[in-house]
């Protein structure tokens, strides 16, 4: 015995729900396509950011900060900061006795992707793109800055009058600050979204339809459908 399929639309028509269907689709369709915005329209995609949560030491000579270090190099924020504090404090020093202060003691040179900050020919601190980053800025532009803040510290504090450095002089405070960046890939990026966007409207369209034929018993196929659209 043959069997004999009919067709959809005809098998709609014959139970008398065909106007009622034909209706709710091209309502569903009119309301996706009315959402989806052109794609000359769309605005570009310029890269997912995201946010990191970064420890830093800040380090003050004569209550003034003068620098914020990250961890880089293998090393800690506080053992960057130790060093720093070494390194003003013995470079102020000759001879057992503390030396009066010029702002020429006080250099920055690049080397490499990070640039030196030295007092007296002795290195304090680099400043690496991991320190530049908690700035904004670039490793040559933060040791400048450094460098700036670290002559009007010693400047204030008078070295030299006396044998002895000031007590204190470079203390260490810990840290945390968020930086935001933004992802590569731009280009990609937008094409997936525009990918994902497309799905969206296209399952939600399907959705729909589902429910006002099948009722209650379709709201859990369209909520699959869309659960699988925002993961493709």
Sequence with gaps: ??????????????IGAGPAFAATTTTTQTHTQSKMAPSHMMAPHQGMAHT????????????QEVARLASAGGYSPQARAAIFRRAVETGLVRNGRAQAFRSSDVTVKTVGANAELRLNGRLVALATPADAKLSNTTP??????WASSLRSALMSANIGKTAALPKNLVTVA?????IREAAAGGGAGAHTMHTNQMRQHQTTGQGQMQHNKGGMGSRETQQQTQGKSGNP
């Design 174 to 178: 810990m840290g945390k600050t968020t």
């Design 140 to 145: 040559y532009s933060l040791a400048q800055n």
């Design 52 to 63: 990191q949560t970064v420890a830093y030491a800040a380090v003050r000579v004569n209550n």
């Design 1 to 14: 015995m043959k069997k004999f399929l009919i067709p959809a639309t005809l098998a709609i028509a014959l």
